[in-house]
């Protein structure tokens, strides 16, 4: 492969739209191999903005404006790192010739939670929870009672549990019905209810699609609260039938799908029984812990992959990560973090979002070793905001 160096008349370009933590590690990794990055976002000096070659802020649901900055900057790839895109800036940009990553048709799927249940359920019959569209409260009241409590209730566009709750009667129902109306990062006319699985652990599978292979990383449990993630851990010890079981899903949902880059694919998991719950057609909150457990992280992976190189890469071990979220608003987020945190075993990446409010995701505890679950979860707490 032949590689450029950034703003030249040559430059192999991309552009993320969304720059939050998860594109300011894409950032990092591109511009290692001399990619130029152009960093959108709805708001000024979000985190991959920092560290991106040129940033730009725009009302991403604006096709005008997403098509607008698009063209003016003619990027060899468009990557999406958010739910809050328009769609059809997306399609129209690549009839234009452009290339989306993996391709609009997968970001229309995937970011829409009605679209990807239609499509791996019902298109490609794979397992899930039982499920319901509503538009309206009464449609709510009616497929609750259908689906049984508890029923998860979520928007059918949204991110990092945004919008989600579990209903556990028919007096949680109206409560439920306003936190995804008024809380969704997306579209939120229609709202999803399904089926509460018992399950007995969640995963992420993170599968990467090449040029020529799909490769898996080792799998990632996790905690989650609230519909986002609080910690994650790789390996996730599971029995190897059910992980190729879940393998076998895993790619026949991304090969329908199509395109190059990381997949971050959830399941739960209840006997041997595997369910689908959702994907994510880019790396994946939980799969932070791959800074520290792999050789290539999912972030190195998703550019190798977009751009044609190898995705060959060594596990090192045992990791896990903690996410830390803010009690507190604030116009000058400022952390009081203990010497216990900056270790052999362990590190912490703040983000450095420019303004904080509750339960905004601001940093990330990481460790590895024997028992790093443990240490994660202790060192999380050794993270303090100062007022």
């Known amino acids: 492969m032949i590689f450029t160096t950034p703003q030249k008349s040559n430059s192999i370009k991309i552009m993320l739209l969304g720059s939050g933590e998860l594109g300011k ?13 152009i960093a959108v976002d709805a708001y000024e000096n979000a985190p991959a903005h920092l560290v991106a070659n040129k940033s730009y802020v725009i009302d991403m649901k604006n096709k005008d404006e997403v098509l607008e900055v698009i063209r003016r ?40 939670r009605k679209n990807i249940r239609i499509f791996a359920c019902e298109e ?11 538009k309206t409260y009464n449609e709510l009241v009616s497929a609750s009672s259908e689906i049984g409590f508890p ?10 549990g945004y919008g989600q709750s579990v209903a556990k009667s028919l007096d949680d129902l109206k409560n439920s019905f306003d936190k995804a109306k008024e809380e969704a990062r997306g579209d ?5 209810v399904e089926e509460f699985i018992e399950f007995d652990y969640e995963i992420t599978l993170l599968t990467v699609r090449g040029e020529k292979e799909t490769i898996f990383c080792e799998p990632i449990g996790h905690l989650q609260k609230n519909g986002d993630y609080i910690f994650s851990w790789q390996p996730m010890k599971m029995d190897e039938t059910i992980l190729e079981k879940s393998k076998n899903i895993a790619k026949k949902i991304t090969d329908g799908l199509g395109g190059r880059g990381v997949f971050g ?6 006997g041997d029984e595997v369910y689908f719950s959702e ?22 992976l998703h550019i190798r992959a977009i751009l044609g190189l190898s995705l060959d890469f060594i596990f ?72």
Do not use: W
């Open 279 to 300: 994907v994510s057609p880019r790396p994946h909150d939980t799969g932070m812990v791959t800074m520290v457990t792999q050789s290539q992280s999912e972030f190195s």
């Open 73 to 112: 900057e003619n990027p060899t790839y468009i990557v999406p790192e958010v739910e809050a895109i328009s769609i059809e800036a997306l399609f129209e940009a690549e009839k234009e010739g452009f290339k989306v990553i993996p391709n609009a048709d997968a970001i229309n799927k995937t970011m829409n």
């Open 25 to 37: 590690e894409m950032t990092i990794e591109a511009s290692r191999l001399g990619v130029e990055v």
């Open 265 to 270: 694919v959830e399941f739960f998991i209840k």
């Open 316 to 387: 090192y071990g045992e990791g896990a990560s903690a996410a830390f979220k803010s009690k507190c608003a604030s116009v000058t987020p400022t952390f009081e973090i203990n010497d216990e945190c900056f270790s052999k075993n362990s590190l912490v990446r703040i983000f450095s979002k420019p303004t904080s409010y509750v339960g905004r995701r601001l940093a990330v505890v990481l460790t590895t070793g024997k028992d790093s679950l443990k240490l994660a979860k202790n060192l999380i707490t050794k993270i303090k905001e100062v007022s």
């Open 188 to 192: 939120a006319s229609e709202l999803i």
């Open 124 to 134: 490609l019959e794979i397992k899930a929870s039982r499920y319901k569209f509503v």
């Open 151 to 160: 029923c998860v209730i979520k928007p059918i566009m949204s991110s990092s």
